[in-house]
């Protein structure tokens, strides 16, 4: 289980294994006010993505890319690979 | 179990026990109007807002112990298993729909967001999340300030 450092990194792998099989994936956020901690994970139960913060500004940004793939699965196929592209 | 349903059902079920049927579901001015299409709508937004109530009510219990767990997942709107080999499926899957459950390790919620209602749902989804995630450590700045200062 690899605990991603930076966040950039984390999102690039995370789209990536999102792309390979839309299906398959999930997206579990986990959120424990009373440590003050987020977690975000991305699996397809082969692989499994983390990254987790105790940092408030990181909120925004994982809040921001859960709406990103939140769009993308609703989107059509051909819309979400243009999507990619842009 | 019918994901997109649960909600409902559970609405419907607290309705029966406190014998009022499915009519809580609709508000009743809207109701006695009686137009379908009016009434459709209405239920639709209904689960989706109950879902966020619902969540809301999860983080604050959450708030002194526990955690909160919100799953997304595309969705192609199969309600029954992958049937094995050799059965015919006349199942065409729909690839516009994403299911997000919620949990705190007792309590289940769940909910299905399609094309049509995604941007609507996303503005208060993301209000919610950020309203509700305020636990996290604030970038000290005032600290970094009082340090600089006691060097100077």
């Known amino acids: ?86 | 179990v019918v994901p997109v349903l649960s909600v409902a059902a559970g609405e419907q079920k607290r309705g029966a026990a406190a014998g009022l049927g499915f009519q809580p579901l609709f508000p009743e001015s809207e109701a006695r109007t009686g137009r379908p299409w009016l009434v459709l709508r209405v239920w639709c937004f209904r689960v989706e807002k109950h879902f966020l109530t619902e969540l809301t009510r999860l983080f604050q219990k959450c708030r002194t112990s526990g955690s909160v767990f919100i799953t997304l997942k595309k969705y192609d709107g199969r309600t029954k298993p992958v049937p094995r080999k050799g059965h015919v499926e006349s199942f065409e899957p729909a690839d516009n729909k994403c299911l997000l459950r919620a949990t705190d390790g007792k309590k289940k919620i769940s909910t299905v967001v399609s094309s049509k209602e995604v941007n609507k749902f996303q503005m208060a989804y993301s209000n919610l999340l950020r309203a509700n995630m305020d636990g996290l450590k604030k970038k000290d700045k005032k600290s970094k300030n009082k340090k600089s200062k006691a060097t100077q």
């Open chain 1, 1 to 86: 289980m690899p605990h991603y450092q930076t966040w950039e990194e984390f999102t690039r792998a995370a789209e990536k294994l999102y792309l390979a099989d839309p299906m398959k994936v999930r997206v579990v956020l986990k959120y424990r006010h009373c440590d003050g901690n987020l977690c975000i994970k991305v699996t397809d139960d082969i692989a499994c993505l983390l990254y987790r913060t105790d940092q408030a500004q990181d909120v925004k940004k994982i809040e921001k890319f859960h709406s990103q793939l939140m769009r993308l699965m609703v989107a059509k196929e051909s819309r979400s690979a243009a999507m990619e592209t842009d």
